[in-house]
Nanobody, 120 residues
Framework: QVQLVESGGGLVQAGGSLRLSCVASGSIFSINVMGWYRQAPGKRRELVAGITSEGSTNYADSVKGRFTISGDNAKNTVYLQMNNLKPEDTAVYYC??????????????WGKGTLVTVSS
């Protein structure tokens, strides 16, 4: 089992910045990929950014050039630096960890989420 705890959300004006943190605990050695998803009111949850255990990253087109995902293995923490925030970035942001097991479906772990509100 993996437990994920997010922090860093809040209210910010458009153009501002926030940094989200996600601390992982438990069977962290089993994690292959970590990422951030978000869900705005009335919308589906979507991938924002992901990072593999090798350090490869990927981003949603809507956040490329503005958001940066990074990890600190010593602290078991993944960060999402969000710059030049826009009102459409308003959402609950969820930390996600994925464990791949041979011949089984991937296992997803989720944090409880942290709210980011961007005012215009």
């Amino acid at each position: 089992q993996v437990q994920l705890v997010e922090s860093g959300g809040g209210l910010v004006q458009a153009g501002g910045s926030l940094r989200l943190s996600c601390v992982a605990s438990g069977s962290i050695f089993s994690i292959n990929v970590m990422g951030w998803y978000r869900q705005a009111p009335g919308k589906r949850r979507e991938l924002v950014a992901g990072i593999t255990s090798e350090g490869s990253t990927n981003y949603a087109d809507s956040v490329k050039g503005r958001f940066t995902i990074s990890g600190d293995n010593a602290k078991n923490t993944v960060y999402l630096q969000m710059n030049n925030l826009k009102p459409e970035d308003t959402a609950v942001y969820y930390c996600n960890a994925v464990e791949f097991r041979p011949r089984q479906d991937a296992i997803h772990y989720w944090g409880k989420g942290t709210l980011v509100t961007v005012s215009s």
